[in-house]
């Protein structure tokens, strides 16, 4: 089946860790996105890449790192310059930059230890 | 920078009753997307409105884009306890960036 993967679905983070999400996926989709999203609010957008090798700064990109080195994958590290990094944090992927319906991943919850 | 308000926040219906949910922008709409969340779980695509007046329904929800593209609706019809969740709308800032910002969330229970 085709789909956004993102592994693992629960993360703890110690003190002046860093960590790493993972997001693949099979649908070969040339853009993929990372949002966060906390209680109460929408999702807020991290980082983004149109293209394999390419990424751009979302509205909330600081403590946050990316990279593109596959079509299929675009992992999250969440740095420890990231001092509020509890949330839920969704990887998404569209086809069509135009109409850029995001097919989404079932999360990952991240939780400070 | 564009903003989209969702009301109501949260909304408690019995079952079998209509109910309508609403998005609010504060700039033109280039296309305002639908979704749906369970708790703990990725979004669920709903629908796409691209048009001013456009409207699309699937099964019992109905989606309506106003003329001037700055208002959508998402409206139940018969709710039930599968509908219980996060609906969340989500628009593009403008045509052809590849990014989406999103509403809130109003959040849906449905008692039985």
């Known amino acids: 089946d085709g789909g956004i993967t993102q592994s693992p679905k629960y993360l703890f983070r110690k003190e002046g860790q860093n960590v790493t999400l993972s997001c693949e996926q099979n649908l070969n989709h040339d853009a993929m996105y990372w949002y966060r999203q906390d209680p109460g609010q929408g999702l807020r957008l991290i980082y983004y890449?149109?293209?394999?090798?390419?990424?751009q700064k979302g509205d909330i990109a600081e403590g946050y790192s990316v990279s593109r080195e596959k079509k299929e994958s675009f992992p999250l590290t969440v740095t420890s310059a990231q001092k509020n990094p509890t949330a839920f944090y969704l990887c998404a992927s569209t086809r069509d930059l135009f109409k850029n319906i995001q097919y989404f991943g079932a999360g990952t919850r991240l939780s400070v230890l | 920078s564009q903003e989209l308000e969702q009301s109501p926040q949260s909304l408690i219906v019995q079952e079998g009753k209509n109910l309508t949910i609403n998005c609010t922008s504060s700039?033109?709409?280039?296309?305002l997307y639908w979704y749906k969340q369970k708790y703990g779980e990725g979004l669920i695509f709903l629908m796409m409105?691209?048009?001013?007046?456009e409207e699309k329904s699937h099964e019992k929800i109905t989606a309506k884009l106003d003329e001037k593209k700055q208002q959508s609706s998402l409206h139940i019809t018969a709710s039930q306890p599968s509908h219980a969740g996060i609906y969340l709308c989500g628009a593009a800032q403008s045509s052809n960036t590849g990014k989406l910002i999103f509403g809130q969330g109003t959040t849906l229970q449905v008692k039985p």
């Open positions: 890449s149109q293209i394999v090798n390419d990424f």
């Open positions: 700039k033109t709409l280039y296309g």
């Open positions: 409105l691209q048009k001013g007046g």
